[in-house]
C-alpha cells in the first residue's frame, strides 16, 4: 500500500515515513518506535506542523537537546522558534519558559529529563496547555516511579508523541510508563494491575517475573497505537549512513576553546604556524573538544562531559543485543567509553596501543546475549581488523589522518556484514570536530585545511 506524503512539508519522506505518519495524523496519541537512522524527528515534525500545532514541548535527554534545533530548521516549513533550556540556573529557565509559551505564534521548548520534575520548573509545566507534548527517547520514561515518567503524564496537551528505537529495551513491562504519558486508556494508570495482567511474578518479589502471560493481547494494543519499524527493514541504504549527532559544549569548555583558537590565529596572523609546528596546537583544541585537555606534564583534566552523555544516549537508545563500536584517538577517551560500558552494564572490549579483546581479529561473541561496548584507537583498528559483527559506529574523535579514517569506515562494512551500516559523529557544535570533518569529506590535507579555514575566518568556530 503506497501512503501519500504529509501536505505540508519541506523534503519528502520516504515510503516508512509516510506509512508512519498516516497512521498517526488522525490519532491523539501515538508511539513512533522507529530505530535510530530510519528519520522518526521529520515524522513527528511533520505531524506538529500539519496538525498546526503551535505550542510544542519537547522531553528529551540532555545529549539531543540540540539535535532538535536542527531538525526544526531543516525539516519545518517557515520559521519555528526554538527555545533550549539546557545550561541556565533553573529560576532562569523558568522564566525563559514563560516567555517562551506566552509569545504569539509557534514556539518549541526543549527540555532535559533531568530538570522536568522539579518543583519550580513542573509547576510552570502543569499550568500550560500544549498543543503537542513530545517524548523523545521516551524508554526514558519507562519506569512506573520515575519522576520524569510522573511528570509527563500530568501534562495537558492536545496531542502527544512518544519516540523510541527501543519501546522494550528490556521488558514487555517496559510499555506501561510510556503508554501512561500517551494515553491511560491502552494499559490503565495502575502498573501493579498492568504487571499482573501480563506477567506471572515471584510471590515475595513482585518485580521477578517468572513468566509473561496475555502477550497477544498487550502486543494487539501496541499495534493498534504504535509504527514500529528497523533501519534494514524499510531502508535501502548506500555504502554506509553517516550521521552528524550535535553536541553542545558547556560554558567551562567553550571559554578554554575560544581562549586556545584565539591564541592559534593570532599566531597565523603574524606569520608564526606552519602545518609542522602547528599540529600541537590543533591536536589540543581537538583534547578540549573531546572533554579533557593534557598539560605539559601529561596529566589529564577533565574539562566536561558533553561527548560522553551523547555516547550514553546513543547506546541507550540501542537495543542492549546490539554491538557498538566507538572510535577514539586518545587513551583518556577509551577510559571514558569503558566508564560508561560498565555504568550500562554492557560488556566492554578494546583494541587499542594497550589492548587488543578482539575474538582472533574479529569481535567477541555477546555475553548472555548482551553486545559490546567496543573502544578501538582508529589508529590501531585498521588492517586485519573484522568489526563486521557490529553495524554501529560512533566516531567520538577522528583525527587528522584521512587513511586511517577510511580504515576505520571499511572494518565494520566488509564481507560478513549483514546490516546496513550507521556511522554517528560526536560533532561539538562551532568547533574543530566540523571544520577537520569538512576537510576529510573534501580528502584535503587536514591540517592545512584546518589554518586555512583559521586564517580566513579569524577564528575555528
Not at 511533520?46 to 503551535?54: P, T
Not at 583534547?287 to 562531559?305: A, E, F, Y
Amino acid at each position: 500500500m503506497k501512503f501519500p506524503q504529509p501536505s505540508m512539508r519541506v523534503h519528502d519522506s520516504y515510503p516508512h515515513q509516510c506509512e508512519a505518519y498516516q497512521r498517526a495524523f488522525g490519532r491523539d496519541f501515538y508511539l513512533l518506535g522507529m530505530y535510530m537512522g530510519t528519520g522518526k524527528t521529520k515524522v513527528a515534525i511533520d505531524l506538529c506542523q500539519n496538525w498546526g500545532s503551535e505550542k510544542i514541548l519537547v522531553m528529551c535527554p540532555k545529549a539531543v537537546m540540540a539535535t532538535w534545533r536542527h531538525e526544526f530548521g531543516e525539516h519545518g516549513v517557515g520559521e519555528w522558534p526554538v527555545t533550549i533550556l539546557d545550561q541556565s540556573p533553573l529560576h532562569r529557565r523558568c522564566a525563559e519558559l514563560l516567555a517562551t509559551y506566552v509569545r504569539g505564534g509557534r514556539q518549541v521548548l526543549v527540555v532535559n529529563y533531568d530538570v522536568v520534575w522539579r518543583p519550580a520548573m513542573s509547576k510552570v509545566l502543569l499550568q500550560k496547555k500544549w498543543d503537542c507534548v513530545i517524548c523523545d527517547e521516551s524508554h526514558k520514561i519507562k519506569a512506573a516511579g520515575a519522576k520524569a515518567s510522573r511528570l509527563a503524564y500530568r501534562l495537558t496537551a492536545k496531542k502527544r508523541l512518544a519516540l523510541t528505537g527501543t519501546p522494550m529495551p528490556h521488558s514487555p513491562l517496559d510499555l506501561y510508563g510510556q503508554f501512561r504519558f500517551l494515553s491511560p486508556s491502552v494499559y490503565g494508570i495502575s502498573f501493579a494491575n498492568f504487571r499482573a495482567r501480563y506477567a506471572i511474578t515471584h510471590a515475595k518479589f513482585p518485580s521477578k517475573v517468572l513468566s509473561w502471560v496475555n502477550q497477544d493481547e498487550l502486543e494487539s494494543k501496541l499495534g493498534e497505537h504504535s509504527y514500529i519499524c528497523h533501519v534494514d527493514d524499510v531502508m535501502d541504504l548506500p555504502e554506509g549512513q553517516r550521521i552528524n549527532v550535535p553536541v553542545v559544549m558547556p560554558a567551562r569548555g567553550r571559554k578554554l576553546y575560544d581562549k586556545l583558537t584565539n591564541e592559534l590565529c593570532g599566531e597565523i596572523d603574524a606569520g608564526l604556524i606552519t602545518p609542522a609546528n602547528a599540529l600541537v596546537k590543533l591536536v589540543r583544541l581537538m583534547q578540549v573538544t573531546s572533554g579533557t585537555v593534557i598539560d605539559d606534564d601529561g596529566n589529564v583534566r577533565p574539562v566536561h562531559d558533553a561527548k560522553k552523555e551523547a555516547l550514553e544516549s546513543i547506546i541507550d537508545g540501542l537495543p542492549e543485543s546490539e554491538n557498538i563500536v566507538v572510535f577514539c584517538l586518545y587513551r583518556h577517551e577509551l577510559e571514558a567509553v569503558r566508564s560508561l560500558a560498565e555504568k550500562l552494564k554492557r560488556p566492554y572490549g578494546e583494541v587499542s596501543g594497550n589492548a587488543n579483546d578482539l575474538d582472533g581479529h574479529r569481535l567477541p561473541e555477546k555475553v548472555d546475549g548482551i553486545g559490546h561496548v567496543f573502544g578501538v584507537q582508529i589508529k590501531s583498528g585498521g588492517a586485519g581488523v573484522d568489526l563486521s559483527r557490529s553495524h554501529i559506529a560512533v566516531y567520538w574523535s577522528v583525527g587528522f589522518s584521512l587513511g586511517d579514517y577510511e580504515q576505520s569506515l571499511a572494518r565494520l562494512r566488509r564481507k560478513g556484514q549483514e546490516h546496513a551500516v550507521q556511522y554517528y559523529h560526536l560533532m561539538v557544535q562551532d568547533s574543530m570536530d566540523q571544520v577537520v570533518f569538512r576537510a576529510l569529506q573534501a580528502r584535503k590535507d587536514t591540517v592545512q585545511a584546518v589554518l586555512d579555514e583559521a586564517a580566513k575566518h579569524g577564528s575555528l568556530t
